[in-house]
């Protein structure tokens, strides 16, 4: 098995099953939803394109963020605490993030198998790659931005090591790949008093490793890229 480390500018590249990583926050809050009931999450990059969806489909809730923050327009942040308690029983959602979604949107057209993932479901994501038996295994890294040179993603390299270690066999020690997630660029803001819509409570769910058992497999689905727990 060989494996890419590829960011939002390079995921075109991408071949193989691709894993696409976002811990803080996208795919954090997309696992929580399931483990809250919704029944399948559509994918898409624009906020107009969420907005849309929530049209064609009635009932669906939007979900998510533009430039960290929960468009007024939305139905839901991009929170994992705020899901605690909310009942989305067989909800249809529909997400757009500035990182997690843009990879996925972007490297769907080259993956054979296309797969969302945070720490949370780390271990489920691994165990269903092992059932594919592929070839090449490419981490599509959303945290490294474009436009933010400072940031390095590394809350999300963690969690692809954490896997790669999985594929490989061996058995990670959860301890520094989470003093990693808590000591990345991004975490920072989670830590600001002046930036409560960054609540600190966010980042604990972001680093329960292995919290649930399923993986999140995207499927295209005519124009919709659906994600649902497997």
Not at 3 to 22: M, N, P, Y
Not at 42 to 61: Q, S
Not at 160 to 179: C, Q, S, T, W
Request: aromatic share 8%; glycine share 6%; net charge negative.
């Amino acid at each position: 098995m060989k494996f890419k480390r590829l960011s939002l500018r390079t995921c075109t590249e991408a071949s193989g099953t691709v894993i696409v990583v976002d811990v803080v926050r996208a795919f954090t809050v997309a696992a929580y939803a399931f483990a809250a009931g919704a029944r399948d999450v559509l994918l898409v990059g624009t906020e107009e394109e969420a907005l849309a969806l929530r049209d064609r489909f009635p009932g669906a809730w939007t979900m998510g963020e533009v430039d960290g923050l929960k468009p007024d327009s939305f139905d839901l942040g991009n929170s994992p605490a705020a899901l605690l308690g909310l009942d989305l029983a067989d909800r249809r959602l529909i997400q757009r993030t500035s990182a997690g979604t843009q990879g996925v949107v972007c490297s769907s057209p080259y993956a054979d198998t296309l797969l969302a993932c945070s720490l949370c479901c780390a271990s489920a994501t691994a165990r269903y790659v092992q059932g594919c038996s592929p070839e090449t295994v490419s981490f599509v890294i959303t945290g490294i931005h474009a436009a933010a040179e400072y940031d390095d993603g590394d809350e999300d390299l963690a969690c692809a090591d954490y896997i790669e270690a999985v594929l490989e066999g061996r058995a990670p020690n959860a301890k520094p790949i989470v003093r990693r997630v808590l000591d990345s660029y991004v975490a920072r803001q989670f830590h600001d008093p002046a930036r409560p819509e960054f609540p600190a409570v966010d980042l604990a769910y972001c680093i329960d490793v292995d919290r649930f058992d399923f993986a999140m497999r995207v499927e295209r689905q005519g124009d919709l890229l659906v994600m649902r727990p497997t």
